[in-house]
Nanobody
Framework: QVQLVESGGGLVQAGGSLRLSCAAS????????MGWFRQAPGKEREFVAA????????YYADSVKGRFTISRDNAKSTIYLQMNSLKPEDTAVYYC??????????????WGQGTQVTVSL
Protein backbone atom coordinates (compact mmCIF):
# COMPACT_ATOMS: atom_id res chain seq x y z
CA GLN A 1 0.00 0.00 0.00
CA VAL A 2 0.93 3.60 -0.52
CA GLN A 3 0.09 6.40 1.87
CA LEU A 4 -0.20 9.98 0.69
CA VAL A 5 -0.32 12.92 3.06
CA GLU A 6 -1.07 16.43 1.82
CA SER A 7 -0.26 19.66 3.60
CA GLY A 8 -0.07 23.37 2.91
CA GLY A 9 -3.68 24.31 2.36
CA GLY A 10 -5.25 27.36 3.92
CA LEU A 11 -6.99 30.69 3.40
CA VAL A 12 -5.46 33.24 1.04
CA GLN A 13 -6.64 36.40 -0.67
CA ALA A 14 -7.16 36.52 -4.40
CA GLY A 15 -3.86 37.10 -6.17
CA GLY A 16 -1.92 35.36 -3.43
CA SER A 17 0.08 32.14 -3.42
CA LEU A 18 0.14 28.81 -1.63
CA ARG A 19 2.32 25.74 -1.91
CA LEU A 20 0.87 22.30 -1.35
CA SER A 21 2.99 19.29 -0.49
CA CYS A 22 2.26 15.58 -0.78
CA ALA A 23 4.52 13.05 0.87
CA ALA A 24 4.36 9.42 -0.24
CA SER A 25 5.25 6.51 2.01
CA UNK A 26 4.84 2.76 2.16
CA UNK A 27 5.33 0.72 -1.00
CA UNK A 28 5.92 3.82 -3.08
CA UNK A 29 8.87 2.43 -5.03
CA UNK A 30 6.59 1.32 -7.87
CA UNK A 31 4.82 4.64 -8.27
CA UNK A 32 5.14 6.04 -11.77
CA UNK A 33 2.86 9.06 -11.83
CA MET A 34 1.62 11.48 -9.21
CA GLY A 35 -0.99 14.12 -9.65
CA TRP A 36 -3.14 16.79 -8.05
CA PHE A 37 -6.91 16.94 -8.31
CA ARG A 38 -9.45 19.26 -6.73
CA GLN A 39 -13.11 19.22 -5.86
CA ALA A 40 -15.17 22.31 -5.24
CA PRO A 41 -18.51 22.17 -3.38
CA GLY A 42 -21.23 20.80 -5.61
CA LYS A 43 -18.82 19.96 -8.40
CA GLU A 44 -17.07 16.84 -9.61
CA ARG A 45 -13.44 16.22 -8.85
CA GLU A 46 -11.21 17.56 -11.61
CA PHE A 47 -7.64 17.07 -12.75
CA VAL A 48 -5.19 19.85 -11.93
CA ALA A 49 -1.65 18.68 -12.68
CA ALA A 50 0.56 15.58 -12.97
CA UNK A 51 4.21 14.60 -13.02
CA UNK A 52 6.16 11.36 -13.38
CA UNK A 53 8.82 10.29 -10.90
CA UNK A 54 11.22 9.64 -13.78
CA UNK A 55 10.96 13.22 -14.97
CA UNK A 56 9.87 14.43 -18.37
CA UNK A 57 6.98 16.74 -19.12
CA UNK A 58 4.47 18.04 -16.63
CA TYR A 59 0.77 18.23 -17.35
CA TYR A 60 -1.78 20.87 -16.39
CA ALA A 61 -5.45 21.61 -16.70
CA ASP A 62 -6.09 24.60 -18.94
CA SER A 63 -7.60 26.48 -16.02
CA VAL A 64 -4.31 26.52 -14.08
CA LYS A 65 -1.68 26.73 -16.84
CA GLY A 66 0.72 29.57 -16.26
CA ARG A 67 -0.33 29.95 -12.62
CA PHE A 68 0.36 26.54 -11.02
CA THR A 69 3.58 24.55 -11.10
CA ILE A 70 3.93 20.90 -10.14
CA SER A 71 7.34 19.62 -9.07
CA ARG A 72 8.87 16.61 -7.37
CA ASP A 73 11.64 15.78 -4.93
CA ASN A 74 12.45 12.11 -5.42
CA ALA A 75 14.78 12.01 -2.42
CA LYS A 76 11.91 13.08 -0.18
CA SER A 77 9.22 11.12 -2.07
CA THR A 78 7.30 14.36 -2.18
CA ILE A 79 5.54 16.37 -4.83
CA TYR A 80 4.56 20.01 -4.63
CA LEU A 81 1.99 22.27 -6.21
CA GLN A 82 3.01 25.91 -6.27
CA MET A 83 -0.12 27.97 -6.81
CA ASN A 84 0.25 31.61 -7.79
CA SER A 85 -2.24 34.29 -8.81
CA LEU A 86 -4.96 32.42 -7.00
CA LYS A 87 -8.57 33.12 -7.86
CA PRO A 88 -11.76 32.53 -5.86
CA GLU A 89 -12.66 29.79 -8.36
CA ASP A 90 -9.57 27.87 -7.22
CA THR A 91 -11.32 27.28 -3.89
CA ALA A 92 -11.60 23.52 -3.40
CA VAL A 93 -10.32 20.51 -1.53
CA TYR A 94 -7.08 19.52 -3.20
CA TYR A 95 -6.16 15.84 -3.39
CA CYS A 96 -2.87 14.16 -4.13
CA UNK A 97 -2.97 10.93 -6.14
CA UNK A 98 -0.49 8.27 -7.20
CA UNK A 99 -0.48 5.40 -9.67
CA UNK A 100 1.94 2.77 -10.95
CA UNK A 101 0.98 3.42 -14.57
CA UNK A 102 1.72 6.38 -16.81
CA UNK A 103 -1.79 7.78 -16.58
CA UNK A 104 -2.07 11.55 -16.45
CA UNK A 105 -5.75 12.34 -15.83
CA UNK A 106 -6.56 9.05 -14.20
CA UNK A 107 -7.69 6.71 -12.93
CA UNK A 108 -5.34 6.69 -9.95
CA UNK A 109 -5.06 3.89 -7.43
CA UNK A 110 -4.00 5.86 -4.35
CA TRP A 111 -5.37 9.06 -2.87
CA GLY A 112 -4.58 11.38 0.00
CA GLN A 113 -7.11 12.73 2.45
CA GLY A 114 -7.24 16.18 0.87
CA THR A 115 -6.37 19.68 2.00
CA GLN A 116 -8.67 22.69 1.86
CA VAL A 117 -7.71 25.74 -0.18
CA THR A 118 -9.92 28.81 0.19
CA VAL A 119 -9.36 31.94 -1.88
CA SER A 120 -11.20 35.05 -0.73
CA LEU A 121 -11.93 38.22 -2.64
Amino acid sequence: QVQLVESGGGLVQAGGSLRLSCAASGRNFFINTMGWFRQAPGKEREFVAAVRWSGGPTYYADSVKGRFTISRDNAKSTIYLQMNSLKPEDTAVYYCAADKSSVVRGPYDYWGQGTQVTVSL
